[in-house]
T-cell receptor, first 112, second 114 residues
Framework: DQQVKQNSPSLSVQEGRISILNCDYT??????FLWYKKYPAEGPTFLIS?????DKNEDGRFTVFLNKSAKHLSLHIVPSQPGDSAVYFC???????????FGTGTRLTIIP | DAGITQSPRHKVTETGTPVTLRCHQT?????MYWYRQDPGHGLRLIHY???????DKGEVSDGYSVSRSKTEDFLLTLESATSSQTSVYFC?????????????FGPGTRLTVL
């Protein structure tokens, strides 16, 4: 039962353009969402998060959008840079629960 | 940098042998976690700890035990390793006030069980 789904295993984007990574969830009790970036042979690095009381959170080149009615969130990276090439995981949690539920990841490749 | 180290970083072992992975943190975080990462599954929580000697199970805890005798160390033990436990294991700590919903990960341990 995959409660957090990243349906695109891979995505290629030209350098300088916008990268949009998508994530869908099924559990309406999730109230906090996170994005992580992972390079090979390293641990996931926290990027940005959003609470369910918001619909947008921005941090530099990274913006996360949350659509609660559609149970959908997306990560926008503008402009995309070669160093953004990595696997991106979305994750979700419910209040009072320590577990993060992860999606299966999307491999982003930025083409110079 | 959350000050998390994991040891060993790589290990190859045989089915049926015991294995212990160590996670060490230097910033006095109360909450610590063990996840495993497998293709097609993302990361899944094995066990977590909310203080010295205080631990609880995650979603894939069968075949694993944990111990936390000091704040800075969280050990994951496979009592009798099986091939299905071949995976990459990540330790994490919970962020402090203002970031308590976030978890920050160590570099990982790649375990191969032959």
């Amino acid at each position: 039962d995959q409660q957090v789904k990243q349906n695109s295993p891979s995505l290629s984007v030209q350098e300088g353009r916008i990268s949009i990574l998508n994530c869908d969830y099924t559990n309406s009790m999730f109230d906090y969402f996170l994005w992580y970036k992972k390079y090979p042979a390293e641990g996931p690095t926290f990027l940005i998060s959003i609470s369910s009381i918001k619909d947008k959170n921005e941090d530099g080149r990274f913006t996360v959008f949350l659509n609660k009615s559609a149970k959908h969130l997306s990560l926008h990276i503008v402009p995309s840079q070669p160093g953004d090439s990595a696997v991106y995981f979305c994750a979700a949690k419910t209040f009072g629960n320590e577990k993060l539920t992860f999606g299966t990841g999307t491999r982003l490749t930025i083409i110079p | 940098d959350a000050g998390i180290t994991q040891s060993p970083r790589h290990k190859v072992t045989e089915t049926g042998t015991p294995v212990t992975l160590r996670c060490h943190q230097t910033e006095n975080h109360r909450y610590m976690y063990w996840y495993r990462q497998d293709p097609g599954h993302g990361l899944r929580l094995i066990h977590y700890s909310y203080g010295v000697k205080d631990t609880d199970k995650g979603e894939v805890s069968d075949g694993y035990s944990v111990s936390r005798s000091k704040t800075e160390d969280f050990l994951l033990t496979l009592e009798s390793a099986t091939s299905s436990q071949t995976s990459v294991y990540f330790c994490a700590i919970r962020g402090l006030a203002g970031a308590s919903n976030e978890q920050f990960f160590g570099p990982g341990t790649r375990l191969t069980v032959l």
